[in-house]
């Protein structure tokens, strides 16, 4: 049974930063695409990032490019969202999410485990 838990949410002001964490257990991830997906109020869930586990290959959505890096550790089993230059419009519920395959995806329905998400908000 995959597990994912998320944490490492909070409270920010415009400009901080979090990190956010993915634990991963129930499986080998060696051909998993691990991605982080945030949901705002009355929006719908969005890709952020992705990153294959095995090679490190990473993808962003354009509105986070610069400002976050995601990356693994494969000893803890452990996927990251460092974001840094938190803007208001960040504010969501962050998911990871992961799905097995060696390619890249980008839409919530292609994914096959959930996390149960951790909020992020940033104040101006």
């Known amino acids: 049974q995959v597990q994912l838990v998320e944490s490492g949410g909070g409270l920010v002001q415009a400009g901080g930063s979090l990190r956010l964490s993915c634990a991963a257990s129930?499986?080998?991830?060696?051909?998993?695409?691990m991605g982080w997906f945030r949901q705002a109020p009355g929006k719908e869930r969005e890709f952020v990032a992705a990153?294959?586990?095995?090679?490190?290959?990473?993808l962003y959505t354009d509105s986070v490019k610069g400002r976050c890096t995601i990356s693994r550790d494969n000893r803890k089993n452990t996927v990251y969202l460092q974001m840094n230059r938190l803007k208001p419009e960040d504010t969501a519920v962050y998911y990871c999410?992961?799905?097995?395959?060696?390619?890249?995806?980008?839409?919530?329905?292609?994914?096959?485990?959930w996390g149960q998400g951790t909020q992020v908000t940033v104040s101006s």
């Open positions: 990153i294959r586990w095995t090679g490190g290959s990473t």
């Open positions: 999410a992961a799905k097995s395959s060696s390619g890249f995806y980008i839409r919530t329905k292609e994914y096959d485990y």
């Open positions: 129930g499986r080998t991830f060696n051909n998993y695409l």
